[in-house]
């Protein structure tokens, strides 16, 4: 740990190099004369609140003097909530570059005080885009931390609920809150994340909770399946707590991650609690069931067509009469590739142009690849409803694993058949029961393995919640 001199000049012009105040504009120094003492101020220009910091130095440069420590000076003149004393010049640095005001003072020595007096630009709170309800609160998280955790300190108004502040990355020194309720949580989980999240050797969590992930997880490429589930809704996540699960704030991310996370937490939505457990249980059972179907339908109807006598009669529409131009294999990996082409070019859509152009271009480029011989209406079907259908749940991250497993099924099947759609189904299991997590103990197909049939009845089930009974 670096410390600071007992010179108070030699420790000005020693902050003066560290932060580099004469090569960046923002940063700020700021010298008060006090009698005949002095004091002086760094801070960032843009993360300081302005009024606080002007009424401290009017009151500074009121006094006649100041004391000859910096704790009697805290104690007798710094009336600000957030303060700290300290020696050591790496936290100082650290301070000062996250927004807070640090004060040298002409006779406090090798010590110096730190004033939080920051304050981030932020956007407003409001509904995540990707996780709308039809029923319940619209606010959701924003990009800064200490807003994010108090959306949760809101709806969990009890002193077990921990908020754990670490710092990560050499050069970012990005701010990660661990989050955990002390009464319900796995506490040794909880050690154990910690202790992985301090080993975290990074420059800097570039993209927020991605980069955050990749840092904890070994990940091999060719299991495509997510990791760590996350949310930007406040609610979901208070519920998650209640629930004992452990939460990651990290600042600079509107997403918070929820851990341990399982492939079935993916499938839960916030809507599904906002309406009578009759209603809501049917939207969770629909989910699945569309969802699975988003999996196999394309493979499935292709095997059909490679082996018709398995259809029985009153089935036999769903097979083509006209194949086509291509082979219905290349016309099926064809759509996969244009369904994402329409998708890329959406997403670089002015808003203003988004919808119309999408819907424009699909019903363009899907007429011409019928009239031309390129697909058949069926094959437009079936993948207009896998398109569309993949929206039944929110996570991308999920949706393109499963898109994935639809392309190798299709090709295991075209090579081998009905045996190659058997392994096929066989190899996605495999990949998704050794998906690698930070979930401890848990496993990634918790409730089904381990299995708890309550657990397990509750992600299908929507149940009316229970009131305590009298003490």
């Not at 009424?55 to 003149?77: C, Q």
């Not at 090798?110 to 995540?128: G, L, V």
Request: proline content about 5%; aromatic content about 10%; charged content about 20%.
């Amino acid at each position: 740990m670096r410390i600071l001199s007992e010179d108070y000049s030699d420790n000005v012009r020693f902050i003066d190099e560290t932060l580099r105040v004469d090569k960046s504009f923002d940063v700020l120094k700021k010298k008060l004369k006090i009698g005949k003492d002095e004091l002086t101020l760094y801070y960032i220009d843009g993360f300081v609140k302005d009024a606080v910091m002007q009424k401290l130095m009017l009151y500074f440069v009121s006094l006649k003097g100041i004391p000859n420590t910096a704790d009697d000076f805290v104690l007798s003149h710094v009336t600000y909530v957030e303060t700290d004393i300290t020696e050591d010049v790496d936290l100082m640095i650290q301070m000062v570059m996250s927004g807070a005001t640090l004060l040298l003072g002409s006779k406090f020595g090798k010590r110096a005080i730190i004033i939080d007096t920051r304050t981030y630009p932020a956007r407003e709170t409001q509904e995540p885009e990707g996780d709308r309800v039809m029923r319940g609160p619209r606010d959701g998280f924003v990009e800064t931390l200490i807003f994010n955790t108090a959306l949760v300190r809101r709806r969990i108004r009890n002193p077990s609920l921990t908020m754990h502040y670490i710092t990560i990355g050499r050069d970012s020194q990005t701010d990660v809150v661990i989050c955990y309720m002390a009464d319900r949580a796995d506490l040794d989980y909880v050690e154990k994340l910690n202790k992985k999240l301090k080993k975290v050797d990074t420059d800097s969590l570039t993209v927020g909770h991605q980069s955050l992930a990749e840092c904890l997880i070994r990940t091999k490429w060719y299991n495509p399946f997510p990791k760590i589930r996350t949310t930007e809704r406040p609610d979901s996540a208070a519920a998650q707590l209640l629930e004992g699960s452990v939460l990651i704030f990290i600042d600079n991310s509107p997403q918070v991650m929820v851990l341990p996370s399982s492939i079935f937490d993916f499938m839960q939505e916030s809507n599904d609690f906002y309406f009578p457990p009759l209603t809501g249980t049917y939207i969770r059972l629909m989910r699945h069931i569309v969802f699975l179907l988003t999996l196999i339908i394309t493979p499935l109807w292709y095997l059909c067509l490679l082996y018709p006598t398995i259809l029985p009669e009153w089935l036999h529409f769903a097979l083509p009469t006209d194949t086509g131009q291509l082979p219905i294999i290349a016309q099926l990996l064809l759509a996969e590739f244009l369904i994402d082409a329409l998708r890329l070019a959406s997403l670089n859509t002015p808003d203003m142009l988004n919808n119309s152009l999408s819907v424009v271009g699909g019903l363009i480029l899907g007429d011409f690849a019928v009239e031309i011989g390129w697909l058949i209406p069926e094959v437009i079907l079936y993948m207009a409803f896998v398109a569309i259908a993949n929206f039944t749940q929110r996570s991308y991250e999920l949706g393109y694993a499963i898109k994935f497993m639809r392309i190798l099924l299709l090709i295991v099947t075209a090579i081998f058949g009905i045996w190659g759609f058997a392994a096929g189904l066989v190899l996605i299991g495999v990949l998704v029961a050794t998906n690698s997590t930070v979930n401890g103990k848990r496993r990634y197909l918790y409730p089904l393995v381990p299995f708890d049939a309550k657990a397990l009845k509750s992600l299908f089930f929507r149940v009316r919640k229970k009131e305590p009974k009298n003490q």
